[in-house]
Structure formats: C-alpha cells, structure tokens
C-alpha cells in the first residue's frame, strides 16, 4: 500500500492536532449543565441502580471517544490517498471523438445510433480507473470539446449529455488533430472512436497525421445498411427566362438490395410532382424536372420506401431549395444607341430599361444600374451599380493604359459571378486599349497585353468596365453577350441566378447580405436565432442542419435560402466493422469496467459517513451517554 | 463559606443564585390575606361553638370561676374560699375548689431551610401564610403563640404573645423569615424543646426534606410530651422535575453534587421515589398517632386551614 495523496509525516502532525483537539473537546463534552433539586436524597435510590452500571457507562463514554477518532482516522487515510501497488500504474489520458455526423441519426439500433455511442461512452466514463482521464469531443463538420481533460464522472457525464447530432458530414482529420493535439506530451494517450466509421477518406489521414504514439480505438455503432436518399437537389432558374426553373436531383439505394420508392416534389408546400421509382442496388438515379412554372419560392423533395418497411435514416429523405424572389430592376442606359446592348437586355422580362441620350444625363429618377455606353460623365449617386463600356479617359473610374489592337480575353476570373456561364476565350476584338487598375481595383479579364475588365468600387457604388467597345469585336455576336450584360446586372442588383440552389450543410456558407452592415440575425430551421459576421456583403456560417433559413440584417429584407445534407458519403450508413488508418489498424475497447472506481479513499469517506452514521445513533440512542 | 465556595457562588447560573429570592413582604401578607384570617376565625367559632370555647380548662384546681370541688380546710386557705353554707348546714369547714383555667401554648414551627424556597419560593410562602393563619386562630381563641423558625440548627423565635391584637407582630415576624440553610430537624427541635418548658401543641410546618431523616425531629417533640401536629408543605412539581438530558445535580442545601443523564424512565422512578417518601412520612405519623396533614401549595392556605380544622386536633 502507498500513499498517493498527503505524505505519512504530514498525516501523523494532522492526526496528533485533530486528535488532541477531539480528546480537549469530548473533556469540555463531559461539563454538564448543573441543575439544583430540592432534596437529592429522592434521587439516591434511582442514582444507586445507576451507579451498577457505571463502568458499563464509561467504557460505552469511551466508546463515543473512540468512534469520532476512528473517524479522523479514517479522514486522515483518505487524505493520504492509499493506493495498492498495482493501482500506482500511470494512469489513461483519453479523448473520446463521439460521431455525431448525420450517420448516427440512423435508426438501425434503438433509438438512434448517436445515443448507443452515448451509452458506449457512458459505460468508459462509469469505468474509468482512478488515475485515468478522459476528454469528450463532438466530431461533426466541425469538432467541438465538450470537456477537460478530466476524471470527473459528473463533468463528463454532463458534457456527453451536450453531444447532439447534426446534418453534416464528420471531419475525421480535423478531430484526430485535435486528439493528438491534446494528448501531446501526455503518457498513456489514446483515442477513443466511437462512431458507425463513415469517416471519409482514411488514406489522407494517413498521410498527413502521425498517429504512431497513440493508441487508437474504435467502437462501432450501427449494424445494417437500409437507406435510400436524395443525394443531389438542385434548382435553377432558366437565365434568360427567370419565371421558369428547371430541377435536378439524385436519388441513391446504399442498400445492397432493390428497393421501390416514392418521390414526391413539392413546391410551397403543395405537391407538384409524384414519381414511383425502382433503385437497383447501390444505383444512383438521376431526374430532371424541365421548364416548370410557377410562383413557387420554396421547393421539397421527399422519399419514402413503399414497401411499408421505414428508410433507416430519415435525415436524408428530405431536401429543400429556395429560388430568390424576382424584383423588377430598374436600368439606365445612357448611349447615343447601341441596338446590341438594348436587345440584350430586353431578354429579361424583370427589367425596366429607359435609354437616355447622354446629354440628358443625369436622370431626374433613380436607378438600381446604369450602363454607360462609351461616355462616363461624372458620378451621379443616383444612377447606382455602373457598367462602362469602353470609357473615355476623361471621367473614366480606371485610369487608362495605352491603345492596343487585335486582342482577346487570354485570362479571366472563372469564378466571377459576372462570367458564370461563359466561355471568353474565342472573343476577338479589333481595338481598344488597357486598364492600369490600382490596388483596390480588380482585374476580371486581362489578355496579354494588358486588364480588358476591371471591376472595383467608387463612392459606395461598384462598377465594372470593359476596354473596348462590344461593337469592335465579336462579342456581340456570341451568345455570351447578353449573359455578360445580364450577369452584371444581376450582380448589381444582388440577384444571383445561382442562388436559387441550396447549400451543402457541414461547409462554410458564404450567404449574400447587404454590404451595408457587419452583422445579421440568422434563424435556424429549428427557430434558434443567432448572430453571424456579415463580409463584403455575404453572411458567414457553418451550417449544421438542413432546412429553410432566413437572413436578418437592418433597414434590409429577410433573405431566405435553403440548405440540403445531400452527402453521399453519410447517406452510406452500413457501419464499418474496423477501422484502418494506413497500416494503424484501432484496438477494441475492453477495458472498462462498469462500476469500479479503483480509488480507496472514496471507500474511506463511506466509511466515515457509516461511523458518523454509527455515533449518530449511538448518541441519540443513549448509547454512548 | 470558604474562599471556593465564593468563587462557585459566583460562577453559578444567574438562575441558580436568584431562583430562591422571595417575592416582596407586603405581597405576601396584604389586605385580602387578613380578610381571609378574619373570616377563619369567625368560622372557627361558629364550627366549634359549645363544645369548644375560646378558653381551655385544665385538670388542674385553681381559681377559675368554674366550680370544681370541695376539700377540708386546712391551714393558710384562703378564708374566701370557704363555702359557709356546708359549714352552717354540717358544721364542716369546707374549702370550694375551682377549676383552674389555663391558656393553651401553641408552638408554630416554620422550617426555614433552603428547600423551602426551592424554585420560586412557593413553599416557603404557602408555609408562611399557613402560620399566619394558624396564629390568628390561636390568638383569637386567646392561645399562647409562639412561633419559631428553624434552619441550620439554629432558632429564630416570636415570644409567647396572645390576643387577636397582636396579629401584627406575627406577620412582621413572618415576614422577616428568610429561608436558607440546611434541614436539621433533630438538632434544631433537641434546642427547641430545652428552651421551651411549657408543653403544648407544636406545630411543625416543613416540606420535611431533612438529611438526616424527618422522624427524629417528630420524636423529638413526642419524647418531650409536646403534642406534634405534622403540617407538611408539598409541591407536586417537585415529584416530576422539568429536566431531559445530561446534567450535574447538587442539592440546593447540602451542595452535594452528582452527575447522570436523565430520561423519561429515570424521571418515572424519580416519581416513584418522591410519592414513596411522602407515604412513609404519612406512614411514620400514622403509626405514632401524630397528627399529619399534608399541605399542597395548588390548594389555597385559607381551604387548608378549614380542612385542619375539620380535621381536629389544632382546635378543641
């Protein structure tokens, strides 16, 4: 037996104070309260039977004594922490990654797969040892550490009370360095895995962690694979005619059996479209939905097996999509004519298009977007967004560059919203000249001799220019013309056509917001409203759930968007039997004990309570007095 | 009392050192008490009218007005006593005799320990008023009363006095008693008897809480032919005591000390023993023909003393 706790000098000192006090005390205990009676010669009889029983009555007197020292002694020894040989061993420090992926919302084992891992977890903490530790961590898209490291039973307890599932997929090499960052410089580290072990992919793992000093452990959660999910939902409208949309989606069997289901498409929460369909084994089927019409602003997708028997992860059932609101845009075209720039905008039925000579400018209205064709008189605040084609110098919001002939777009920016959709490379263009941008100033399409399309940002209003004139070229011929034009416009207006899709839960959303605020309130499908930062006009999030959201943000209208699962790495639920990362292949878990807490001192405190318990009585039954 | 015995007195509980202090004297003795005593009185005559007069008669022949007897004459009689009427009918010189009356000695003894005034001092002024009352009767029935205070072995004593008139000096007497020291019956009744000759009926008002036993004062004033009547003060608190737990009791006149922890059962067997030792008191006066009569201190004084004298023995 050692001492773990308080060393032996140290105890023998507390003994000898405590006990000495406790001997002073129970002396000052014997002082009773003095009392006169009249004739003492009444209570002589009564005295004398208990004078008989007198050393009886010391010795139980002593008794009393002894049953409080055994107490402090028995304080004392649990303040020393006495441990067996055996139990001195160095004890387990353990991080405990808990799935809690859309995975585990599967309902193979009852009730969920995330609440078996909690039964799991609570079964290690119950049998933790006494010089073990434990950290719990929810791993989803995210990880989050739900304690300290810690053997408290309660802390731990409470914190796997706060693990809850999400619709998101788990990063698997995010949490494992998170693990071997917290076990760094620890001995006896070990990760626990508790998860159906769709972890996504394991070779890169490998590559990138070290995993050598730890040792890994896997329990596996789940034991069938019956799910069918809509893998892909999309919805778009058609660009050049935005009453209309199209949608795409994707459904896959994970089962290894054929399975019938039944699709339905709903649009504001009426059904648009029933669909029975048959899916092979792990067969993806893709369906499009053409040329619908309609006032719709919500759309749904759900599934359901028709065979009565249930879809084993529900989360995957349901997709949900929001197309933007149309709003008429009102734009100012102020040229001396341009019959190609005034048919192009034509193609959208949502634009207010007036054309002014450029001697009537500026307008006495107001306008979401103005297009300046080859004149650039002096900003007017209430003209808005710009878009300059082929400017001037004078009046010119980029500066020129030199004059240059026989040119093409040789680079552009592919991911710029006023592109989408468009292939520059075979524009030629007779002449023109360059931009000579400056820092703020971004360079969307260059070509070798220099930028050719500059975007930027002046007196609060963003503009765009182009070097030359579409009619010098064959731009204008090309079916990228009015996409071009109707792009800008669009971006101008904030009425992004690749909006109307949803987003992926588990990434960062980079949700457009007025660039007029930092902050916007955020509304969760389940109602949970929550502050996000607001960028360069778009809102940022790590979206959790699937489901219909809603942006806040002041002196602006809600936006509302959609967010979808579609991840077909969690709709793969068949849970995986080991886990193998590179050639680290996890141990089981057989450790834990249920219910052994290897700490003697704790059975001390018992102890004393049961003495305490013991003198209680003892006294209060006459006893000991 | 010894320099220790100062220094416990003053590290007593505040309750211990006052708890015996007597109420006020002019409470204990006021207007309506010497109403009552007039009416005990009047009661005492009318209750025994005719067979008992206020005067007593002895046995002895003297010069009463009642006419007792006729003798010789004999030298040095007093010629007025001759009854000339026998000597001019037989010749005889004859002396009339009368009965001699004599005033009956009443002896009120008021124990004046510390006991007495155990707790709030009730005993003692039950046994007080009792006296008072009890004197009245006698000075009016124009008895010889002395009253006498006994404590510690020591007499404090009201000389013989008569006569309703003097009701007075008894209750200032009464009133200046003060209770304190140790019961010591026998001792304190042994001076007693020496110093007083003339016999008669004593009084002996006492919650009888004696050390050394209660009988050897009562024998004492029946081997000295002095007619005992046991007059016993009892507070039925005291055969119950208001105490739980642990404590150290000592006796509020002898000091003596012992330590136990009392519980319902001791308190029982406490009873038992105070009921007991009352009984045998009862039992001890019975057997020797002396009058008892047990005085509660829940009962009125003046409803005692009816009851004393329907009883009989203090009245004849």
């Given at each position: 037996m050692h001492l773990a706790g308080l060393p032996l000098s140290?105890?023998?000192?507390?003994?000898?104070?405590?006990g000495t006090l406790i001997v002073g005390l129970y002396i000052l205990k014997l002082r009773r309260r003095p009392v006169a009676v009249p004739f003492s010669r009444i209570w002589q009889q009564v005295l004398r039977d208990k004078e008989a029983t007198s050393l009886f009555s010391q010795l139980k007197r002593l008794l009393s004594l002894l049953l409080q020292l055994a107490l402090v002694a028995l304080l004392l020894l649990a303040l020393g922490d006495p441990r067996t040989k055996q139990n001195l061993v160095e004890g387990r420090n353990l991080v405990v990654l808990v799935d809690a992926s859309a995975s585990m919302k599967a309902t193979d084992v009852e009730p969920t797969r995330l609440d078996v891992a909690k039964r799991e977890v609570t079964r290690m903490i119950d049998g933790l040892g006494g010089s073990d530790r434990m950290l719990i961590a929810q791993m989803d898209a995210s990880i989050r550490p739900l304690s300290t490291m810690t053997n408290e039973v309660a802390d731990l307890k409470h914190a796997l009370e706060q693990v809850t599932a999400s619709d998101t997929r788990a990063d698997f090499l995010r949490a494992l360095s998170f693990a071997l960052d917290s076990l760094r410089g620890l001995g006896k580290a070990e990760i626990v895995v508790v998860s159906d072990g769709a972890l996504g992919d394991l070779g890169r793992i490998n590559r990138q962690l070290d995993l050598s000093n730890v040792a890994l452990s896997y329990v596996k959660v789940g034991k069938s694979s019956r799910n069918v999910?809509?893998?892909?939902?999309?919805?778009?409208?058609?660009?050049?005619?935005?009453?209309?949309?199209?949608?795409?989606?994707?459904?896959?069997?994970?089962?290894?059996?054929?399975?019938?289901?039944?699709?339905?498409?709903?649009?504001?929460?009426?059904?648009?479209?029933?669909t029975q369909l048959s899916l092979?084994?792990?067969?993806?089927?893709q369906r499009f939905y053409k040329d619908l019409a309609g006032a719709s602003r919500t759309l749904e997708a759900t599934i359901k097996m028709t065979d009565g028997k249930p879809d084993e992860l529900p989360a995957d059932n349901h997709v949900y999509a929001l197309m933007p609101e149309r709003r008429r845009a009102r734009v100012l075209v102020v040229t001396e004519g341009n019959t190609y720039l005034e048919a192009a905008l034509l193609l959208d039925e949502y634009l207010d298009v007036e054309v002014i000579a450029p001697q009537k400018y500026p307008p006495a209205e107001k306008f979401d977007v103005t297009i300046y064709d080859s004149v650039a008189p002096p900003h007017?605040?209430?003209?808005?967004?710009?878009?300059?084609?082929?400017?001037?110098?004078?009046?010119?919001?980029?500066?020129?560059?030199?004059?240059?002939?026989?040119?093409?777009?040789?680079?552009?920016?592919?991911?710029?919203?006023?592109?989408?959709?468009?292939?520059?490379?075979?524009?030629?263009?007779?002449?023109?000249f360059t931009f000579k941008p400056d820092k703020e100033q971004k360079v969307v399409g260059a070509s070798e001799l220099g930028p050719i399309m500059v975007s930027g940002s002046r007196s609060g209003q963003r503009y765009v220019a182009l070097s030359f004139d579409p009619r010098e070229s064959d731009f204008v011929l090309r079916v990228g013309w009015p996409l071009f034009i109707l792009n800008t416009v669009n971006a101008f207006v904030e009425e992004d056509s690749s909006y109307i899709s949803s987003f992926k839960t588990g990434e960062v959303w980079r949700v457009p917001a007025p660039s007029t605020t930092d902050v916007a309130t955020l509304t969760e499908p389940g109602g949970k409203r929550r502050a996000v930062p607001v960028k360069e006009g778009r809102a940022f999030y790590l979206g959790e759930h699937a489901g219909f959201y809603q942006l806040e943000a002041p002196d602006a209208p809600p936006i509302r968007f959609a967010a979808n699962l579609s991840d077909m790495e969690e709709s793969h639920i068949a849970p995986a039997a080991n886990l193998e990362i590179g050639k680290k292949k996890a141990g089981s878990l057989g450790e834990f004990k249920v219910g052994v807490r290897r700490e003697i001192w704790l059975y001390l405190l018992l102890a004393v309570i049961g003495v305490s318990l013991v003198e209680w009585l003892t006294y209060h039954r006459r006893w000991t007095v | 009392m010894g320099v220790l015995d100062l220094f416990k007195r003053a590290a007593s509980p505040v309750s211990r050192r006052f708890s015996n202090r007597p109420p006020p004297a002019e409470e204990l003795f006021d207007d309506e008490f010497q109403r009552k005593l007039e009416m005990l009185a009047m009661v005492s005559r009318k209750v025994f009218a005719g067979r008992m007069r206020a005067e007593r008669r002895t046995k002895k022949k003297g010069s009463g007005v009642e006419f007792a007897d006729h003798r010789n004459y004999t030298e040095g009689d007093d010629f007025r006593y001759v009854d000339w009427n026998i000597y001019q009918r037989f010749g005889k010189l004859l002396v009339r005799l009368y009965e001699e009356e004599e005033d009956l000695s009443i002896y009120l003894i008021v124990d004046c320990s510390s006991s007495m005034a155990f707790g709030d001092s009730k005993k003692f002024d039950h046994a007080r008023r009792l006296c008072a009352?009890?004197?009245?009767?006698?000075l009016a029935n124009l008895d010889r009363v002395t009253i006498v205070g006994v404590s510690d072995g020591e007499l404090v004593r009201?000389?013989?006095?008569?006569?309703?008139?003097?009701?007075?000096?008894?209750?200032?007497?009464?009133?200046?008693?003060?209770?304190?020291?140790?019961?010591?019956?026998?001792?304190?009744?042994?001076?007693?008897?020496?110093?007083?000759?003339?016999?008669?009926?004593?009084?002996?008002?006492?919650?009888?809480?004696?050390?050394?036993?209660?009988?050897?004062?009562?024998?004492?004033?029946?081997f000295n032919k002095f007619e005992p009547f046991v007059l016993h003060i009892v507070d039925n608190r005291e055969a119950r005591p208001d105490l739980k737990g642990d404590v150290r009791i000592y006796d509020c006149e002898t000091g003596d000390e012992r330590e136990l922890t009392v519980t319902a059962q001791m308190l029982e067997k406490i009873s038992e023993a105070?009921?007991?030792?009352?009984?045998?008191?009862?039992?001890?006066?019975?057997?020797?023909?002396?009058?008892?009569?047990?005085?509660?201190?829940?009962?009125?004084?003046?409803?005692?003393v009816l009851q004393v004298f329907r009883r009989g023995g203090f009245l004849r």
């Open positions: 140290t105890l023998l000192t507390l003994g000898a104070v405590v999910a809509i893998t892909e939902f999309s919805v778009r409208r058609y660009p050049l005619d935005k009453s209309r949309y199209e949608v795409m989606l994707e459904l896959t069997n994970t089962n290894d059996k054929p399975v019938n289901t039944e699709l339905t498409l709903l649009g504001d929460g009426n059904i648009v479209d029933v092979k084994p792990n067969e993806s089927l007017d605040a209430r003209t808005g967004p710009a878009l300059y084609l082929a400017p001037p110098a004078q009046g010119s919001p980029v500066e020129i560059g030199k004059p240059i002939d026989m040119f093409g777009f040789d680079t552009w920016d592919k991911k710029s919203p006023l592109l989408r959709w468009m292939e520059l490379g075979d524009i030629q263009v007779a002449k023109g | 009352a009890l004197a009245y009767v006698g009201m000389p013989p006095t008569r006569g309703k008139g003097r009701i007075f000096k008894v209750l200032n007497f009464l009133r200046d008693l003060e209770a304190s020291g140790t019961t010591e019956l026998a001792e304190t009744l042994r001076m007693f008897v020496a110093q007083h000759k003339r016999r008669g009926l004593a009084v002996l008002i006492s919650d009888l809480y004696d050390p050394a036993g209660f009988e050897g004062g009562i024998n004492m004033l029946r105070w009921r007991t030792y009352r009984e045998s008191i009862e039992r001890f006066c019975a057997s020797r023909q002396v009058a008892y009569f047990a005085a509660p201190v829940d009962i009125p004084f003046e409803e005692l």
